[in-house]
Nanobody
Framework: QVQLVESGGGLVQAGGSLRLSCAAS????????LGWFRQAPGKEREFVAAIRWTNSMTFYSDSVKSRFTISRDNAKNTVFLQMNNLKSEDTAVYYC??????????????????WGQGTQVTVSS
């Protein structure tokens, strides 16, 4: 069964750090592009970061660039999101996603066909 399971969320003070993990039960994990999205209450799901499967090129939203880092460990079928200098506006449910996005879809939900259940990140100010 294809599955993505996120972990590492929690409550942190503004300025703190968290590291999210997403373990994937996928055949040929290295052939998937991986992304992190988030959804705050009353808002649409938005792109956070992505990493290609071809050359591990990374992409970030402007709001998290220089604070968040996405990485992958193909040997462990896991993708990570290191989040530093967290702000209250980072509070959301964070979702891991896998797919084969192209350049025009890598920053959108359309590029991903497999989703995790989400993990809550709450940043207190």
């Amino acid at each position: 069964q294809v599955q993505l399971v996120e972990s590492g969320g929690g409550l942190v003070q503004a300025g703190g750090s968290l590291r999210l993990s997403c373990a994937a039960s996928l055949e040929s994990f290295s052939n998937y592009g991986l992304g992190w999205f988030r959804q705050a209450p009353g808002k649409e799901r938005e792109f956070v970061a992505a990493i290609r499967w071809t050359n591990s090129m990374t992409f970030y939203s402007d709001s998290v660039k220089s604070r968040f880092t996405i990485s992958r460990d193909n040997a462990k079928n896991t993708v990570f999101l290191q989040m530093n200098n967290l702000k209250s506006e980072d509070t959301a449910v964070y979702y891991c996603a896998a797919g084969r996005p192209i350049s025009s879809t890598i920053r959108t939900t359309l590029g991903y066909s497999i989703w995790g259940q989400g993990t809550q990140v709450t940043v207190s100010s």
